[in-house]
């Protein structure tokens, strides 16, 4: 077997340090993100081109009867027993011009999907901002968590 020199062993390991980190440097917005009030930390992913995440975390998350809180304020009656945990709220956020998406967002507060636009604004900031009618719009900064 033949050994590789130091110096192609020291390049090969920085190629591939770059090519790992390249992944996040070409969607910034992909990585973990906790929300404006600290409550709750979704994990941003690549889903087929477009951004979607999941709840990963929440600083509370039992309800006062001691189980896991539940997205009980769903339109969709079905689905209001299912744990917080792990329900996608960012879905089919498009490219929408440099560090910034479109798609919708589920508000678990409400139960409602509203349209909504994500811009990273620093690498460890983000604006998250939900729409009604496409005009009435509130913006939260995100903050990143790992």
Known sequence: ????????????????????????????????WLSADGGTKVRISDCGGKLCGKVVW????????????????????????????????????APNGENKWSGQIYNADDGKTYQAHVSVISADSMNVQGCVLGFLCKTQKWTRAD
């Open 1 to 32: 077997m033949k050994r590789m020199s130091g110096t192609f062993a020291i390049a090969a390991l920085v190629a591939l340090a770059v090519s790992v980190s390249g992944a996040r440097a070409a969607t910034p917005a992909i990585g973990t």
């Open 58 to 93: 929440l600083s509370d998350p039992v309800g006062s009867d001691g189980k896991p809180k539940t997205d009980k304020h769903n339109e969709d009656e079905s689905k209001r027993s299912r744990p917080l945990l792990g329900v996608t709220v960012v879905q089919g956020m």
